[in-house]
T-cell receptor, first 112, second 113 residues
Framework: DGGITQSPKYLFRKEGQNVTLSCEQNLNHDAMYWYRQDPGQGLRLIYY???????QKGDIAEGYSVSREKKESFPLTVTSAQKNPTAFYLC???????????FGPGTRLTVL | AQKVTQAQTEISVVEKEDVTLDCVYE???????LFWYKQPPSGELVFLIRRNSFDEQNEISGRYSWNFQKSTSSFNFTITASQVVDSAVYFCALRWAGNMLTFGGGTRLMVKP
């Protein structure tokens, strides 16, 4: 089935550690996105990539890094520089010819 | 600047009641798209509808309907005869500059049996 997968569903991290969240899509979409959602709030854009080997900062990129080596994959690394990383992280993708973004199931990151 | 406002943070209704979720947007772009997404407790966002700025026709899909009014910069969402399964957080979003989405803060809808 076509779709977006994110792993893991739940992730726990100790302060000071980097952690990488996985996002894979088999929809053949060119564009991929990472959003952060805090409790009771909307989504905020962290990074996005319109094409392989290219990505741009979103509204809250500080403390995060990404790579886009393959069309299907857009991993997000939460670094120790991110001051408050506990949140729900959503990955999305869209076709360059379509407007809808389709979302993965999300990863809930908790820093202990 | 782009902005989406969902003034209702939480709404509670009894099953079978009709309910309208408000969305007001701000943009200087003449071409833009508006969206509604549903986020059930599982967390995944589910796409509901897209509307472009040149199409002000209202749309109905089963129990769902949408009212787009450019004059008031609003894109409201109505659920008719609500059901418990409609309980979720609903987000309105504005697309601008390619594929960028600006989301509202969301409205949590609770439908009680």
């Amino acid at each position: 089935d076509g779709g977006i997968t994110q792993s893991p569903k739940y992730l726990f991290r100790k302060e000071g550690q980097n952690v990488t969240l996985s996002c894979e899509q088999n929809l053949n979409h060119d564009a991929m996105y990472w959003y952060r959602q805090d409790p009771g709030q909307g989504l905020r854009l962290i990074y996005y990539s319109q094409i392989v080997n290219d990505f741009q900062k979103g509204d809250i990129a500080e403390g995060y890094s990404v790579s886009r080596e393959k069309k299907e994959s857009f991993p997000l690394t939460v670094t120790s520089a991110q001051k408050n990383p506990t949140a729900f992280y959503l990955c999305a993708s869209s076709s360059s010819l379509n407007n809808e973004q389709f979302f993965g199931p999300g990863t809930r990151l908790t820093v202990l | 600047a782009q902005k989406v406002t969902q003034a209702q943070t939480e709404i509670s209704v009894v099953e079978k009641e009709d309910v309208t979720l408000d969305c007001v947007y701000e943009t200087r772009d003449t071409t833009y798209y508006l969206f509604w997404y549903k986020q059930p407790p599982s967390g995944e966002l589910v796409f509901l509808i897209r509307r472009n700025s040149f199409d002000e026709q209202n749309e109905i899909s089963g129990r769902y309907s949408w009212n787009f009014q450019k004059s008031t910069s609003s894109f409201n969402f109505t659920i008719t005869a609500s059901q418990v399964v409609d309980s979720a957080v609903y987000f309105c979003a504005l697309r601008w500059a390619g594929n960028m989405l600006t989301f509202g803060g969301g409205t949590r809808l609770m439908v009680k049996p």
